[in-house]
């Protein structure tokens, strides 16, 4: 079981940047592979970023790679989204989620088993 809490969002003008932090409390943080999401209003949940259990492997989606890194502290059961160069379409509550999925399946929604309560992020252009 693992419990997830989302922090840092808030509101930046275009070309900002924002660290998002994931705080993780139970056990084995360090096996679970970590994903970030987001949803916009009227929009399904995305695909963000992910990062292996390790720490050695991410994968982003095309829309934020150069801009947004994923990083995690297993030490401090955290991880992180670095979000520069903001873009008013990156608006959305982001969610991070944590799963022992596979790692072909790190993009899907629906491998994941924890979820966080979600931060939202507002840029404005």
């Known amino acids: 079981q693992v419990q997830l809490v989302e922090s840092g969002g808030g509101l930046v003008q275009a070309g900002g940047s924002l660290r998002l932090s994931c705080a993780a409390s139970?056990?084995?943080?360090?096996?679970?592979?970590m994903g970030w999401f987001r949803q916009a209003p009227g929009k399904e949940r995305e695909f963000v970023a992910a990062i292996k259990w390790s720490g050695g492997r991410t994968d982003y989606v095309d829309s934020v790679k150069g801009r947004f890194t994923i990083s995690r502290d297993n030490a401090k059961n955290t991880v992180y989204l670095q979000m520069n160069s903001l873009k008013p379409e990156d608006t959305a509550v982001y969610y991070c989620?944590?799963?022992?999925?596979?790692?072909?399946?790190?993009?899907?929604?629906?491998?994941?088993?924890?979820w966080g309560q979600g931060t939202q992020v507002t840029v404005s252009s």
């Open positions: 139970g056990r084995a943080f360090s096996s679970y592979n």
């Open positions: 989620a944590a799963d022992r999925t596979s790692w072909g399946t790190v993009k899907s929604v629906r491998e994941y088993g924890y």
